[in-house]
């Protein structure tokens, strides 16, 4: 029986695996080094589809079951993945959240240094005045007059090509307006990077207790790769890089999981309102990080009226038809919860996902603040709905599970994992859920390994 042919690509300084921001943003800042890169990616390279439905079922933004709009979890959850050169930041909202940096010190990683690149680097701005609109300035002083600090939000948005009302942002834009690692991406290419799309990397290749590269297949031909580099990045996210360690060998790989599970409430402004509905305005501009509870609340994203009715058709016909009729005059507010992390990645790359007594009592406490803002907006007291319940499959999203390969657990506090050579730098090696948007984090998190992976790559090439 003769024996597969497997083609070889060797001489690289550095092999990334996974094209989300730190990927991205990785290879741009060592190929300007001078770094020989290969950033290996299982999806593809364009922007098909971006800010329309299309964006999210295509197949090359958004990793999605044969049927639904989302993945799910093993327990019927869904759990949102972004696929192709950016990664989650193809569906992100453009949030912005600080990141927690006493996570981080307690293994002795001080970020801050690196806090204000990478907030240039991800265009973090200022939510201008003119981007918040009536209904959002309203829901903002009623929680603040309860003493709840709601403030404008900081957004990874280029104001200057926005467009205020826009509901394409969790879409992709279209407009340019919003960061997404591709742009990272294509800037590396263009300073020598290559770029290997739709492939996907199997298993790290280890010799002698060192990382040499990676076993991969073309997801389109099915030709065997064997990628060889002087040095081994993971950036595949939180599912992905857990896989490829497991596939590996890395026992502890995969064997806890935080999903940041994402939910709300609605309600319905009274009629005769001189206010609408905040979707007809630019959608997340006014939130508040209370992380003495680890929650997030938030306006939600700025949704069309044909796509939100959809949404909820999960939650039965009648449920969508009350979102259609009520939609000019309904109000959301959306959360974010620290889970606990109480979950795995299987061996063939499904995420199982649960909450916990205490993530019950986070939403629970979640849900009674967006009721006592609903209310303080005058909506009616019978007719506020809140998602999220934790035994309804499908009510809950994991918008980026991840910790899958914790600093402490599966890596060092260089990032390094028990194979000489090999990184993991994504959210799947995060310490604990954020409770917030992640790429501003990850994308610290990875200025801040670059020259510590640059002196690693500068020592391998002395030596060879």
């Not at 206010?275 to 209370?290: M, P, R, V």
Request: positive net charge.
């Amino acid at each position: 029986m003769a024996q597969t042919k497997i083609k070889r690509m060797e001489g690289f300084d550095v092999v990334i695996v996974g094209g989300g921001p730190c990927g991205c943003v990785m290879a741009k800042d060592l190929s300007k080094a001078g770094k020989k890169v290969i950033l290996i990616e299982k999806g593809g390279n364009n922007l098909k589809g971006i800010g329309s439905m299309m964006g999210m079922l295509n197949g090359e933004h958004m990793t999605r079951a044969s049927s639904g709009i989302w993945d799910t979890t093993i327990e019927g959850q869904n759990v949102v993945m972004g696929t192709g050169m950016g990664g989650g930041s193809y569906l992100y909202a453009g949030i912005v959240g600080l990141p927690q940096f006493e996570v981080f010190d307690k293994y002795g990683m001080d970020l801050r240094p690196y806090l204000e690149d990478a907030k240039k680097e991800s265009w973090v701005n200022e939510t201008p005045d003119e981007f918040i609109g009536p209904t959002t300035k309203r829901i903002q002083e009623v929680a603040n007059d309860m003493g709840l600090p709601f403030h404008r939000t900081l957004r990874h948005i280029n104001f200057n090509k926005c467009k205020y009302g826009c509901t394409t942002a969790a879409f992709g834009c279209k407009f340019g307006a919003k960061w997404m690692g591709f742009y990272a991406a294509n800037e590396a290419k263009e300073m020598g990077a290559k770029l290997q799309i739709y492939t996907d990397v199997k298993r790290v290749l280890v010799e002698n207790g060192k990382a040499v590269g990676v076993y991969a297949e073309d997801v389109k031909t099915g030709e065997q790769l064997e990628i060889r580099g002087n040095v081994v990045v993971l950036s595949a996210g939180g599912p992905g890089s857990a896989l490829i360690l497991m596939h590996s060998g890395i026992q502890k790989a995969g064997m806890r999981c935080f999903g940041d599970p994402a939910f709300g409430s609605w309600g319905v402004l009274p009629e005769g309102s001189k206010l609408k509905s905040h979707f007809y305005e630019h959608g997340t501009s006014t939130a508040w990080f209370d992380d003495e509870h680890g929650c997030l609340f938030y306006t939600n994203v700025s949704w069309t009226r044909s796509f939100w009715t959809m949404y909820h058709v999960m939650g039965g016909i009648r449920k969508a038809l009350d979102i259609y009729k009520y939609f000019p005059r309904m109000i959301s507010l959306s959360n974010k919860i620290h889970d606990e992390g109480v979950g795995r990645i299987t061996w063939d790359g499904r995420v199982s996902k649960t909450v916990t007594p205490h993530d019950e009592e986070l939403l629970n406490y979640s849900r009674s603040i967006n009721e006592k803002v609903l209310l303080g907006m005058g909506c009616d007291p019978g007719n506020i709905h809140h998602t999220g319940f934790s035994h309804i499959k499908g009510d809950l999203t994991f918008g980026h599970p991840g910790g899958t390969n914790p600093v402490g657990v599966v890596v060092d506090n260089n990032l390094e994992t028990e194979f000489k050579n090999c990184f993991v730098c994504d959210i799947s090696s995060l310490p604990a859920a954020p409770a917030r948007p992640p790429v501003l984090t990850l994308v610290t998190l990875t200025k801040w390994f670059i020259p510590r992976l640059l002196e690693r790559v500068n020592g391998a090439a002395k030596k060879n």
